[in-house]
C-alpha cells in the first residue's frame, strides 16, 4: 500500500529528450482585446454549462453573455467591493451566485434571464467589534449546499448551509411572491469548531490509533471539498442524483481528514461529531478530488503524497516526493478519463497528479492501485522570482497537444508569461501572450476563468500605456481579454467535448460489488505487490549494514 517513488533513468531521460525537442519551438496565441471591464474588477467566473460569465467588482457584480459579451443584468450597491465569486446552474435558467465583499460579508445571488435576485445575506453585519467575517465561501455544484469558512476575533469555524434551491426557483416563478421578494430561508445545518478535529471518541481500537493533533497555535485557516455519492448503494433513502452527501475538511496544522454528512435541517443541539476520520503520517498542506469526488489527493509536510479511494475506503497510494521543497498545492491531470465510470474495477485507469512546490519546481505523479508510483521532475526550482508559477489550471477541454490524453495545462507565471504545457513530458506546447501593448493586470494574482463548455480563456488585462501614465493609488481602466480555441487552426483539432458531469451520473455499487473488486485487484496485483516488498526489504538490510559498518 505504501509505494515509494520509482522512476527508472531510462524513463526520465526518454520523458526530458522529448520535452526538450518540443520546448525549442512552442506554438504563440495572441489573446484579443474583447471589451473593457468595469471599475476594481477583481474576479471571474463562468456558469458550468458555459452559457454566462460574472464578474466581481466595485459596486456590486454583472452577468454577460459568455460568447458575445453581451450585458445581461447586473447588482449594484454603494460603497461595497465584490472580491470573490462562484457561480453555479440550477436549472435550465436558474444560476446561483455565491459572493465576498471588502468587508468580508458572504451574500447568495439567483439569476435568471435578465435580472439578480439577493436572496441572501450569511452573515449581516451588527456589531461592527463582534461581527463574523467570512474569507472563503464557496457552493456545490447546483447550489444545494454551500459551506463558508468564518473568523470572529481570534474564533474561526466553518459553516454549512441548505440552499432550497426548488424552493427558490418556484417562488421566483410566482409574481406575487417574486414581488415582494421574501424568499424561503436558508438554514444553517451545521457548525464545526476546530476541535472537532481532535475528537477520539470512536471505539478503543481506532482510538489507539488515530493520529492526534498536538499544536500550540490554534488553527487558522480550513479547507473544504463536497463529495457526491461514491459507495454502496442501500436501497432507500439516495439522495437525488448530483447531490452531494458530505463534506470533507481539515484544518491547517491537522494530521486528520474529516467528514460530515450533508442533511438538510439541523440536527445537533451540540457541536456535530465527524462521521468518519481519516488519520495521516504528517501535517496536511495541501489537498485535491477529482472531479467525480472518489479520489482525495492529500500533500503531507514530510513529501508524502496520499491518494485515498473513497469506493475502497483506503489509501489508493502513499508515495513520498523527493524534493527538498514543501507542497504549495496539489491538482488531478487528467481525472476526466481516469473517472468517467465510478463502478469500474479498482485496476483501471492511472491517476496523474501535478504537484506544485513552494520553491516553483512542478512535478508529475503517476500511481495506480498495486503498482510503484512514478514521478517526473517538469520543471526546475526557479531562480527567478519572477518564473514562480501564480497559476497552474487543468484545462480539461484541450487534449494534450503531443500526447491523445486530457493532460494539457495553463501555466501562468508571475512575471506575466503564459504557456501550455502538456504535464506528461513537461514539453512546452504552445505560448499565450496578450494583444500588442497590453500586459496581465495582476501579474501575482492574474483574475482569469476557464470556460470549458465554450472553450474560450478570459484574462484581465491592461494597456502599458495606461500602467505608465498611472500613479500609484490612481484607479486604472482594465481590458477583458479572450482567447477562443476553437478558432485557431493549430489547437482546434484537439479540442474535444467536455464528458458528462458527474451530477448527471446515477451511479450506485452494492458493497458486495465493491468487495469483489477489491478482492479481484488484490489478486491481479500480487506479483507487484511481493515484488515491491521485496525490495523494501533488501534497501532495509542494505541500510542497516551500511550503519553497522
Not at 504557456?419 to 483574475?447: E, K, R, S, W, Y
Amino acid at each position: 500500500m505504501y509505494n515509494i517513488k520509482s522512476s527508472t533513468s531510462s524513463e526520465m531521460a526518454s520523458v526530458s529528450g522529448s520535452a526538450r525537442k518540443l520546448r525549442k519551438k512552442p506554438l504563440v496565441l495572441k489573446l484579443t482585446n474583447a471589451s473593457q471591464l468595469p471599475q476594481n474588477t477583481n474576479c471571474l467566473a463562468c456558469s458550468d454549462d458555459g452559457r454566462y460569465l460574472c464578474l466581481g467588482h466595485a459596486g456590486g457584480l454583472s452577468v454577460w453573455c459568455a460568447t458575445t459579451l453581451n450585458h445581461e443584468a447586473q447588482w449594484l450597491q454603494e460603497r461595497l467591493e465584490i472580491t470573490c465569486l462562484h457561480m453555479t446552474t440550477t436549472g435550465e435558467t436558474f444560476y446561483l451566485l455565491a459572493s465576498i465583499d471588502d468587508m468580508g460579508v458572504a451574500r447568495v445571488f439567483m439569476f435568471n434571464l435578465e435580472c439578480i435576485y439577493p436572496f441572501s445575506v450569511i452573515n449581516s453585519l451588527e456589531d461592527i467589534n463582534k461581527r463574523n467575517v467570512c474569507f472563503n465561501f464557496e457552493i456545490s455544484e447546483g447550489g444545494d449546499y454551500g459551506a463558508a469558512s468564518m473568523r470572529c476575533n481570534t474564533d474561526i469555524w466553518l459553516d454549512i448551509y441548505y440552499f432550497p434551491v426548488e424552493d427558490w426557483m418556484r417562488e421566483l416563478k410566482d409574481p406575487k411572491l417574486s414581488a415582494n421578494m421574501k424568499w424561503s430561508p436558508a438554514p444553517r445545518v451545521n457548525k464545526i469548531m476546530p476541535s472537532a478535529a481532535t475528537m477520539t471518541d470512536f471505539s478503543n481500537m481506532l482510538t489507539h490509533c488515530l493520529v492526534l493533533d498536538d499544536t500550540n497555535e490554534p488553527p487558522r485557516h480550513c479547507t473544504y471539498h463536497f463529495l457526491l455519492k461514491c459507495g454502496h448503494s442501500h436501497g432507500q433513502n439516495k439522495p437525488k442524483s448530483g447531490c452531494p452527501i458530505t463534506v470533507c475538511f481539515w484544518w491547517n496544522g491537522s494530521y486528520n481528514l474529516l467528514y460530515h454528512m450533508l442533511s438538510k435541517t439541523t440536527k445537533f443541539k451540540q457541536e456535530p461529531q465527524p462521521s468518519v476520520l481519516w488519520p495521516n503520517a504528517a501535517e496536511i498542506v495541501c489537498s485535491a478530488v477529482s472531479r467525480c469526488t472518489r479520489f482525495i489527493a492529500l500533500g503531507l509536510s514530510n513529501t508524502l503524497v496520499c491518494v485515498w479511494d473513497r469506493l475502497a475506503g483506503a489509501p489508493l497510494s502513499v508515495c513520498t516526493l523527493s524534493t527538498d521543497s514543501a507542497f504549495l498545492r496539489l491538482q488531478f491531470a487528467d481525472y476526466c478519463l481516469a473517472c468517467t465510470d465510478i463502478t469500474q474495477t479498482l485496476t483501471t485507469g492511472e491517476i496523474r497528479l501535478v504537484v506544485v512546490c513552494k520553491s516553483g519546481a512542478v512535478y508529475i505523479m503517476n500511481t495506480r492501485r498495486g503498482k510503484a508510483t512514478r514521478s517526473v521532475q517538469l520543471s526546475q526550482r526557479s531562480k527567478d522570482s519572477g518564473d514562480m508559477l501564480t497559476v497552474t489550471a487543468s484545462v480539461a477541454f484541450l487534449r494534450g497537444l503531443v500526447g491523445k490524453q486530457l493532460t494539457t495545462s495553463l501555466l501562468v507565471h508571475r512575471n506575466g508569461k503564459m504557456f501550455m504545457q502538456d504535464v506528461v513530458n513537461g514539453a512546452t506546447v504552445c505560448a499565450l501572450i496578450p494583444p500588442t501593448n497590453h500586459l496581465l493586470a495582476t501579474h501575482c494574482t492574474p483574475v482569469y476563468a476557464l470556460n470549458v463548455k465554450q472553450h474560450i480563456l478570459y484574462m484581465q488585462g491592461v494597456q502599458e500605456s495606461t500602467l505608465c501614465s498611472s500613479s500609484i493609488g490612481d484607479e486604472r481602466p482594465s481590458q477583458l481579454l479572450v482567447l477562443r480555441f476553437d478558432e485557431h487552426d493549430v489547437t482546434k483539432p484537439y479540442v474535444v467535448s467536455q464528458p458528462q458531469s458527474p451530477r448527471l451520473q446515477a451511479i450506485s455499487v452494492t458493497g458486495e460489488e465493491a468487495c469483489n473488486d477489491y478482492l479481484h485487484e488484490r489478486a491481479l496485483s500480487m506479483e507487484e505487490r511481493h515484488k515491491s516488498i521485496t525490495q523494501t526489504w533488501k534497501r532495509l538490510q542494505e541500510t542497516v549494514a551500511s550503519d553497522l559498518q
